[in-house]
């Protein structure tokens, strides 16, 4: 079975940091591009990064730009956020996911069950 | 403020149809079908239902579809179910990946 789950989610006062990760199963993990998706508490889908199956490219939102770092692990099939500068704005649900084979890589097809980070003093 | 920008709600009886615009410009939707379109239920991981702007996934109802005029993306369901009830987001790259703000779908 196709899988994502994801962990590391909790509570962090501003200015910490965290690392989010996700792991994947039943498929060829380098074979996909992943990206982490967030979702602030009663608000809509923001994308946060992609990263390519090699973990050569990566891609990320202005807002969590020079404070996310987005890198993978190919040999055991896990995907890392690693959050830095945490402001009470980064609090939402996090979710990692596959880039779906046959679109662009804002088309996922593989959805985790979402870990959360919670912002607070 | 999203760069598409969606309906907050939309409703509809059992049975009918309803269509969810996501408004972009020439520059992303209008330039290039590439709209992506997401289901997510309360409190569950979201689903894509439409790629490209009209490819469905595997195991997608083809009572969803994805078409696009001008700058503006649809998403149509015909045959409107109460599982349909949910909210909505488009997506799209417009310099970066952007969703759209979402839209409340509510079946009457």
């Known amino acids: 079975e196709v899988q994502l789950l994801e962990s590391g989610g909790g509570l962090v006062q501003p200015g910490g940091s965290l690392r989010l990760s996700c792991a994947a199963s039943?498929?060829?993990?380098?074979?996909?591009?992943m990206s982490w998706v967030r979702q602030a508490p009663g608000k809509g889908l923001e994308w946060v990064s992609t990263i390519s199956g090699s973990g050569g490219s990566t891609y990320y939102a202005d807002s969590v730009k020079g404070r996310f770092t987005m890198y993978r692990d190919n040999s055991q099939n896990t995907l890392y956020l690693q959050m830095n500068s945490l402001r009470a704005e980064d609090t939402a649900v996090y979710y990692c996911?596959?880039?779906?084979?046959?679109?662009?890589?804002?088309?996922?097809?593989?959805w985790g069950q979402g870990t959360t980070v919670t912002v607070s003093s | 403020q999203s760069a598409l920008t969606q309906p907050a709600s939309v409703s509809g009886s059992p049975g009918q149809s309803i269509t969810i615009s996501c408004t972009g410009t020439?520059?992303?939707?209008?330039?290039?079908?590439?709209v992506s379109w997401y289901q997510q239920h309360p409190g569950k991981a979201p689903k894509l239902m439409i790629s490209e702007g009209t490819k469905r996934p595997s195991g997608v109802s083809n009572r969803f579809s994805g078409s696009k005029s001008g700058n503006t993306a649809s998403l149509t369901i015909s045959g409107l179910q109460a599982e349909d009830e949910a909210d909505y987001y488009c997506?799209?790259?417009?310099?970066?990946?952007?969703f759209g703000g979402g839209t409340k779908l509510t079946v009457l």
């Open positions: 039943g498929f060829t993990f380098s074979s996909y591009a």
């Open positions: 997506c799209s790259y417009a310099g970066s990946v952007v």
């Open positions: 996911a596959r880039k779906y084979t046959y679109g662009q890589y804002w088309d996922m097809d593989v």
């Open positions: 020439s520059s992303d939707v209008g330039n290039y079908n590439l």
